[in-house]
């Protein structure tokens, strides 16, 4: 499957160089990049090593800031290096979208201001295919974390594109958890948009059971560790509702205690020589 990526944004392009077919990843030598037109084999850069990442052994990244002014189409990125003395070569489509066929966001897309009256903190959008590696250790597309997103958001009842920039940073970071751990998940279940959905099956002597409707729906499309995240947003929690009592809160605009002093202002004093008590009413 082709990288895709709209005019305007980044292209995140992944290389991984084994040993031999089937080995263990190896690092390589004099590695360069270079992205040629599909179309006319013209290059639009390259090749060159700069901005080439050693993320870890044998796995290496980098970022085509695509202009607003590339034509769309497929552009082939290709990657040069030495390994054990001898040359090797490989490839990628990279997909270059309109700008008006924009694909959706991600919650790693959102950026969260500081805000010093909520006590709520900067956030910085970071790259979503980077993220999730940083998360979980796995290799992922642009494409796959824009997949698994779309599942994410049918279980947290909100989407990046509506509710992004009102979250708070605690719920932002949960998100984005889910939404590493939902890409990885979902990754490795291929039939996962053709399945049907049950609740038992049935196979050589073995069975499965899924009780509750929304049990089936989590267990069969909802990765176990993004719905651990979803559980603990601040809207996924129980909230309790303090009712107001006329004895405490009614009393004086200072403190919800009638017989502190701070109270005295606003309090009417009464001879108790001739009536024996404390008047506590407000003026």
């Known amino acids: 499957m082709p990288v895709q990526v709209n005019q305007g944004q980044t292209a995140d392009l992944i290389v991984q160089w084994y040993a031999y077919p089937n080995g263990p990843l190896t690092d390589v030598t004099g590695l360069t990049i270079t992205v040629n037109s599909a ?19 044998g796995l290496y990244t980098f970022q085509w800031a695509v202009s607003t002014s590339q034509a769309p189409g497929d552009y ?54 980077t993220y999730t590696y940083n998360v979980t250790g796995q290799t992922v597309t642009s494409q796959q974390v824009t997949m698994g997103q779309q599942v994410l958001n049918q279980f947290s009842n909100y989407t990046p594109e509506s509710s992004g920039f009102n979250m708070n940073p605690n719920d932002l970071q949960l998100l984005r958890y889910a939404m590493a751990y939902q890409t990885v998940w979902q990754k490795g279940k291929p039939g996962l948009l053709q399945q049907g959905n049950y609740k038992q099956l049935s196979q050589d002597g073995l069975s499965v059971t899924l009780n509750g409707d929304e049990g089936v729906d ?45 109270n005295d202002l606003y309090e009417r004093w009464v001879d108790m020589y001739n009536f024996g008590y404390r008047g506590s009413s407000v003026p």
């Open 76 to 129: 082939i990125a290709i990657w040069n290096a030495t390994l054990g003395g001898s040359a090797v070569q490989t490839s990628e489509i990279v997909s270059v979208l309109d700008f008006n066929n924009a694909t959706f966001l991600t919650w790693c897309d959102i950026t969260l201001q500081e805000d010093l009256i909520n006590g709520q903190g900067n956030v910085s959008a970071v790259n979503p295919v």
């Open 39 to 57: 179309a006319s084999g013209s290059a639009v850069f390259g090749p060159t090593s700069s901005g080439v990442i050693h993320q870890a052994t």
């Open 218 to 262: 989590r267990a069969l499309m909802l990765a176990p560790l993004a719905s651990r995240c979803l559980k603990q947003l601040s809207w996924q929690k129980s909230r309790s509702l303090r009712v107001r009592t006329p004895f405490i809160d009614d009393q004086t605009p200072i403190s919800s205690d009638p017989d502190a002093e701070a």
